[in-house]
């Protein structure tokens, strides 16, 4: 987890879902909180050293929706986590409580080139760079649209200084593997950023991508590649083998004529259950 203590929220389950109780523990193998009596909406964030004067403002429900997780903050060996649960009323309950990332991981598994039946059969693509699109950057853990990210980096087309601005920039942005050919390159290359839980792109709510930057002999060109239902949690491996030419535009996306694609999903980070005791 992100740090070495989770803070505990419970909330009442009537609207406007006040605040009962608030506790900072030592994260351990059982937890152990208290609360009033009654049916209670339970929220727990591991989320690194944040000091408890953070949540100072929370006096709904409501307004633990409003807190964000930030990609700055974020990382795939110590990930920001929050679960949530609703709790009968009584005086001891037991909660199975999950504790989620909101992260998203994507792998280029492999790729390779094959142009026959073209004017530039003889050719192979040159790629430069990988970089992710529309790449959520921001996300809410709790509350409406917590599948979706609340902002996003390189919006059409790359942004380097906005990448190289965050700890990890390698996960945005890679260099790329070089000349392909027909010969299967196997590289394994992860990115990581939000789940962006769309089917197809809309009015202010693009779908993800995964861009491949580079040069058929003299032409600069791009492969765009759109990742639809990129959920937080899961693994989405691609296996692409190039057909046709790039786009000219890093926005305009890589379409069935110019790549094959092979998708595998699966879930990234498997941790044993635990009891947590209210």
Partial sequence: M???YIDVFFFDTLSPQ???????????????????????????????????????????????????????????????????????????????LQMRTSLAKVVLGSIACDFSDTPYTGQGFNNKLIYMQYAGVEARPFGPGSGLPLSTVNQGWLDSAAVMSFPRPDMLLQSGLGNIWRQRVREDREFWCYGNDVDSSALGRPV????LDGYVGEHHCYYPIELPRLRAGETMRLDVTLKRMGTPD?????????????????????????????
Avoid at 208 to 211: D, G, Y
Avoid at 254 to 276: F, K, N
């Fill in 2 to 4: 992100a740090g070495e």
């Fill in 18 to 96: 006040y605040l009962d109780s608030y506790q900072r523990l030592k994260a351990s193998d059982v937890l152990y909180a208290m609360s009033s009596v009654g049916p209670k909406r339970v929220v727990a964030l591991s989320v690194g050293s944040k000091d408890a004067m953070t949540w100072a403002d929370i006096r709904t429900y409501a307004d633990l929706c409003k807190y964000r997780f930030s990609l700055k903050e974020d990382s795939p060996q110590r990930p920001l986590m929050a679960g949530e649960a609703v709790l009968d009323g009584g005086i001891s309950r037991v909660a199975d």
């Fill in 208 to 211: 993800t991508r995964i861009v």
């Fill in 250 to 278: 890093p926005d305009i996306p890589a379409g069935g004529d110019m790549i094959m694609l092979e998708t595998h999903i699966v879930p990234w980070d498997i941790r044993e259950s635990r009891e947590e005791i209210f």
